[in-house]
């Protein structure tokens, strides 16, 4: 099938390479959200699946807005049979939706209806899902409700951020899709309706999401902490600055320590929540580099019954 992919993260660029290499599909272009500023400097950067696209010679379309006259004008030219879509950021009107014949199919990373919306990963994690995993579904005006093609599973580590189970999704998601593409091309493949039951939502985690909340058991904030690492990062309040918390451990052999307070010992960096402590490892002060704990505490002399959240 002559395939138009849309799509801009990083996470989106294992699936774009798995329909370039497959032998049944032709990628005639990728649709992706307009350069934007990044780094220091604020200079404006292509996004990971443009930059992909044009490494493999493949048109880019960058519209504001995909409902812009001139990209649809675009899209009708190139006249794909099937719009694959991995996280590409944007709503796509009724008038690009009836486009390809075949429709848009998109790559979403939950088992669907389970966690729809924008950070399915992330509410995984915090909601502490054993199993999750990637489903493609028939994309309908709703809100990832339209009927599903087909699912793969993933078991949620101990240990998982959302960025180690996004990055393995992708690359499992990247398969499931070709393969969806397959099936919807030999028409042996057949989307099938969503249950009523089981829907959860998962928004956008703003900041202000990702605040810890000391008086929450342990469990429960090692899980914000793992699913708003990378972003948008969890964080407390220590004298009166942000401090990012890129890393702890439950310890639950530790107790006697109220609510966010903090128990330094020579290498290791204690606080308090609502069960039993947690080992702080990495941080990451206002304005500053990721640091070990340990460093951070040494550098603030922190004296007996200091709290986090203050």
Same mark, same amino acid.
């Given at each position: 099938m002559k395939l138009v992919l849309a799509g801009t993260p990083e996470v989106a660029v294992p699936a774009l390479d798995a329909l370039i290499a497959?032998?049944?599909?032709?990628?005639?272009?990728?649709?992706?959200?307009?350069?934007?500023?990044?780094?220091?400097?604020r200079r404006l950067v292509a996004s990971p699946v443009a930059q $992909?696209?044009? +490494?493999? #010679?493949?048109?880019?379309?960058?519209? &504001?807005?995909?409902?812009?006259?001139?990209?649809? /004008? $675009?899209?009708? +030219?190139? #006249?794909?049979?099937?719009?694959?879509? &991995?996280?590409?950021?944007?709503?796509?009107?009724? /008038?690009?939706?009836?486009?390809?014949?075949r429709g848009w199919v998109n790559l979403?990373?939950?088992?669907l209806p389970a966690w729809r919306g924008a950070a399915p990963v992330q509410h995984a994690i915090i909601s502490g899902d054993e199993v999750t995993g990637a489903s493609t579904f028939l994309i309908e005006e709703g809100l990832d409700s339209g009927p599903v093609y087909g699912v793969v599973t993933e078991d949620v580590r101990p240990t998982d951020t959302s960025g180690d189970l996004l990055t393995r999704l992708a690359f499992a998601g990247s398969g499931l899709l070709v393969a969806t593409m397959d099936g919807i091309e030999d028409g042996t493949l057949h989307a099938v309706p969503q249950p009523a039951d089981g829907v959860s939502l998962a928004p956008k985690i703003s900041v202000e999401d990702a605040q810890v909340d000391w008086k929450a058991p342990a469990l429960g904030v090692d899980r914000l902490v793992r699913g708003c690492t990378?972003?948008?990062?969890?964080?407390?309040?220590f004298r009166g600055e942000r401090l990012k918390l890129i890393g702890l451990t439950p310890v639950g052999d530790r107790t006697g320590l109220a609510p966010g307070e903090l128990s330094v010992?020579?290498?290791?960096?204690?606080?308090?929540?609502?069960?039993?402590?947690?080992?702080?490892r990495w941080v990451q002060p206002q304005g500053k580099k990721p640091m070990p704990a340990a460093d951070w505490a040494r550098g603030m002399r922190i004296a007996a019954g200091e709290q986090l959240g203050g």
């Amino acid at each position: 099938m002559k395939l138009v992919l849309a799509g801009t993260p990083e996470v989106a660029v294992p699936a774009l390479d798995a329909l370039i290499a497959s032998d049944r599909h032709e990628v005639a272009a990728v649709v992706t959200r307009p350069d934007a500023p990044a780094g220091r400097g604020r200079r404006l950067v292509a996004s990971p699946v443009a930059q $992909r696209a044009q +490494e493999a #010679g493949i048109e880019v379309l960058k519209p &504001v807005r995909p409902r812009d006259e001139d990209f649809l /004008a $675009r899209l009708r +030219e190139i #006249g794909p049979d099937c719009c694959p879509v &991995v996280a590409y950021g944007a709503l796509l009107p009724r /008038a690009a939706l009836d486009i390809p014949s075949r429709g848009w199919v998109n790559l979403h990373f939950s088992l669907l209806p389970a966690w729809r919306g924008a950070a399915p990963v992330q509410h995984a994690i915090i909601s502490g899902d054993e199993v999750t995993g990637a489903s493609t579904f028939l994309i309908e005006e709703g809100l990832d409700s339209g009927p599903v093609y087909g699912v793969v599973t993933e078991d949620v580590r101990p240990t998982d951020t959302s960025g180690d189970l996004l990055t393995r999704l992708a690359f499992a998601g990247s398969g499931l899709l070709v393969a969806t593409m397959d099936g919807i091309e030999d028409g042996t493949l057949h989307a099938v309706p969503q249950p009523a039951d089981g829907v959860s939502l998962a928004p956008k985690i703003s900041v202000e999401d990702a605040q810890v909340d000391w008086k929450a058991p342990a469990l429960g904030v090692d899980r914000l902490v793992r699913g708003c690492t990378p972003a948008p990062a969890a964080w407390t309040v220590f004298r009166g600055e942000r401090l990012k918390l890129i890393g702890l451990t439950p310890v639950g052999d530790r107790t006697g320590l109220a609510p966010g307070e903090l128990s330094v010992a020579k290498n290791n960096v204690y606080a308090g929540t609502g069960s039993h402590a947690v080992e702080l490892r990495w941080v990451q002060p206002q304005g500053k580099k990721p640091m070990p704990a340990a460093d951070w505490a040494r550098g603030m002399r922190i004296a007996a019954g200091e709290q986090l959240g203050g």
